[in-house]
């Protein structure tokens, strides 16, 4: 199982940025996909997640938004108004089921993490 991130990079705050997650190796459509997020020094923190539906953290209501595509086995993040306190290493990860996805616990397959940097 393999799960790939891109999209990570250098904003401005205000600007917009997409992070897209490639999986291979797995029954994409039985899995729930998520987006955690971990900052320097802090504890890594969901951020987004979907299923048939979508869940999101409170710091990433309205700002971002969580979709996947399971003909070509992707997931993507589209951000929005981003803030410096969203700068972080972003995961992708995924959990077998229907589970919220919202805990680390529930999933069992990670990437290896994207870059954002948001700029004041």
């Known amino acids: 199982v393999q799960l790939q991130a891109s999209g990570g990079g250098l904003v401005q705050a205000g600007g917009s940025l997409r992070l897209s997650c490639a999986a291979s190796?797995?029954?994409?459509?039985?899995?729930?996909l998520a987006w955690f997020r971990q900052a320097p020094g802090k504890v890594r923190e969901f951020v987004a997640a979907?299923?048939?539906?979508?869940r999101y953290a409170e710091s990433a209501k309205g700002r971002f938004a969580i979709s996947r595509d399971n003909a070509n086995n992707t997931v993507s993040l589209q951000m929005y108004s981003l803030e410096p306190e969203d700068t972080a290493v972003y995961y992708c990860?995924?959990?077998?089921?229907?589970?919220?996805?919202?805990?680390?616990?529930?999933?069992?397959?990670w990437g290896q993490g994207t870059l954002v940097t948001v700029s004041s």
């Open positions: 190796g797995l029954d994409f459509g039985s899995y729930t």
């Open positions: 979907v299923y048939w539906t979508t």
């Open positions: 990860a995924a959990g077998y089921g229907v589970v919220t996805g919202t805990q680390t616990g529930e999933c069992t397959h």
